[in-house]
């Protein structure tokens, strides 16, 4: 009874109580169409700075600024090159983050002091009305500890950050499952530095310019693309091919991509039907289920290299390095 009365008073579809908070410099978890942020007043230096206590995320990790629409960007941002433009127009609200530079009213607490800021307009009905009502735009990194996976719904949220904040907005499950792709403007390229929720193919498909995913090792001076970032402390053996995932032993379980015709304990899928999109939406559900202490070992069933393939195996690939 006492459970469910503080998961009520922590959780809910209150945005009248989540615009007093932050209005009052208190961080709130809101939903996106991607993960689950936590959010604060971009304005306010001690909202930033309890956000970054509360994820206990290194003050080097710049985050992602979340504004109702386009033309609340051009507040935030001090020049929006035409090819980025072109992008957000035709992709927000959705899985998008552009990368310009950053208007001088921005702290550099949020930007880790680097003369580019992130900007997204987040596709989520409820932080959508959030966001028009809002005198500011918001501050927010996935609404997770440092280092974990981050959370597709409410709960997620309350489990591990629960007692540290005062408010989450439920708006149930996550569509699209993975962080916003992120992309910037430079060598007259479009040049995706994280993907995520929106396909390299999706992007090509509107952009004038070439579209390049950096590699890792043109990322290593990009702020926040550390090595293990999605670790959920188990043993990941990934494989190209289910038929290489052997029979299972106890303490082991198996996550493929397309369901499975057998039904065998400890044996988990991402699709119904092998679609990325489906996958990326269950993706970080099923590796929190797999995060339990009977499991020590997981071998994990890659996605293809279409749609947001990548995107699901870079996470994997994280999330099983040691
Ligand atoms: O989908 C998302 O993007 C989610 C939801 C909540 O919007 N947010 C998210 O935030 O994934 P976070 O903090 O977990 O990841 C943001 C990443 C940083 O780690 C950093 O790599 C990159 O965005 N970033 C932020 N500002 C940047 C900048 N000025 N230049 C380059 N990268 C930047
Ligand atoms: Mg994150």
Redesign the pocket.
């Known amino acids: 009874m006492y459970l469910l009365c503080s998961m009520q008073l922590k959780m809910g579809k209150d945005l009248m109580l989540a615009y007093r908070l932050l209005v009052d410099g208190q961080p709130v978890a809101i939903p996106?169409e991607?993960?689950?942020?936590l959010a604060a007043n971009v304005y306010n230096e001690d909202a930033i700075a309890q956000v970054f206590d509360i994820k206990q995320r290194p003050k080097f990790?710049?985050?992602?600024v979340?504004c109702a629409n386009f033309e609340d960007a051009l507040d935030v941002a001090d020049n929006i090159p035409e090819p980025l433009a072109k992008l957000a127009k035709a992709f927000w609200p959705g899985?998008l983050?552009i990368?310009v530079e950053k208007n001088k009213n921005i702290p550099d607490l949020v930007?880790a002091g680097?003369n580019?800021?992130?900007i997204?307009v987040?596709n989520h009905p409820l932080t959508l009305d959030l966001l028009y009502g809002l005198p500011f735009p918001v501050a927010?990194?996935?609404a997770n500890p440092f280092s974990y996976v981050?959370p597709t719904n409410a709960f997620h949220v309350l489990d591990q950050l629960g007692d540290k904040i005062e408010y989450i907005i439920d708006g149930e499950e996550c569509t699209v499952g993975l962080?916003?792709t992120?992309c910037r403007f430079a060598n007259n390229e479009i040049e995706i530095?994280?993907l995520?929720g929106l396909s390299v193919e999706e992007i090509e498909a509107v952009s004038d310019f070439p579209v390049v995913v950096l590699a890792n090792k043109d990322r290593e001076n990009?702020?926040?693309?550390f090595k293990k970032h999605y670790s959920n402390n188990k043993e990941l053996v990934l494989v190209e091919n289910a038929n290489e995932i052997p029979v299972l032993n106890e303490g082991e379980a198996a996550v493929y991509f397309k369901k499975p015709d057998s039904k065998v304990e400890n044996q988990l899928f991402l699709s119904e039907n092998g679609d990325t999109k489906e996958a990326a939406k269950n993706l970080f559900r099923v590796l929190r289920e797999l995060d339990k202490d009977t499991i020590f070992k997981v071998y994990v069933e890659l996605a293809p290299t279409t749609g947001l393939g990548p995107a699901i195996n870079e996470r994997l690939k994280r999330a099983a390095e040691v």
Do not use: C, F, K, W
């Open positions: 996106t991607t993960v689950y942020g990790d710049p985050l992602i979340h899985p983050t990368v930007t680097l580019t800021v992130a997204r987040p927010a990194p996935s981050s962080e916003s992120i530095m994280r995520g990009t702020p926040g693309s």
